[in-house]
């Protein structure tokens, strides 16, 4: 048996590290998901897109014009510019990546210009990056910002679902773990899935008509979720 003096210790240990460990998380979570928005921009602009980075161009534009629309938290809307320059000084400004392609080579020490001739050997794609990381920036901004009808749609079928949960308590109806679980398993895929889409994939969305028809998904598995938790909690 443990002594009170370890488990205390273990437990201030986890409830210390607790928020490093969810903010490391997060930044992985990030990070994969910025790599992605890369790949898969580069499979579009060298595979799919016959006009080159145009159409990657186009959806900055597209998505920068959106931020100046109603939908959304504002507060949110009005960080996208910040975010994607910001993450773009950080990922190509700061560590000199642009200047160093932008610089007259005659005016650089040998080494660099094996750097600069290195950084011009993989232009186009850098180029990409660059494009998919502003785009990436904008649109985890917009992303959160229309965030709002999803967690009303979870909140509604939420308490439908308890609602339901009441009724079968006292009515002696059945529980159902593996109903209750899926259905949280399957939020977390559907707002996952939505997450990478939108911000990854650099085609076209409506926000406003998916984050509602995402939110009405979400309050049916909520619901269900909610109306199979455990009877005598």
Known sequence: MASKEA???GGYAGAFSAPFRYLAYLTVLLAGLLLA???IAGFMVCQIWPDGVRPLEA???TTAADLDGLYGLPFLRAEGVTWANGLYHALFVAPAIEQIITADPHQLTPFDQTVQRFFVSMLSALQVAMLATKLYGLRVA???SAILPVVLGYAVGM????VERSIRRYSGG???ATLYHRAKY???GVVGVSLFLYVCVPITFDLQRGSWVIAAGIGVLSR????????YV
């Open 37 to 39: 928005a890369w790949v």
């Open 159 to 162: 308490i439908d679902g308890l």
């Open 59 to 61: 959806a900055i534009t």
């Open 186 to 188: 399957a939020i977390a």
């Open 174 to 176: 059945r529980e159902s």
């Open 7 to 9: 488990t205390l210790h």
């Open 224 to 231: 269900l979720q909610w109306k199979y938790y455990k009877k």
């Open 142 to 144: 917009l992303w959160l």
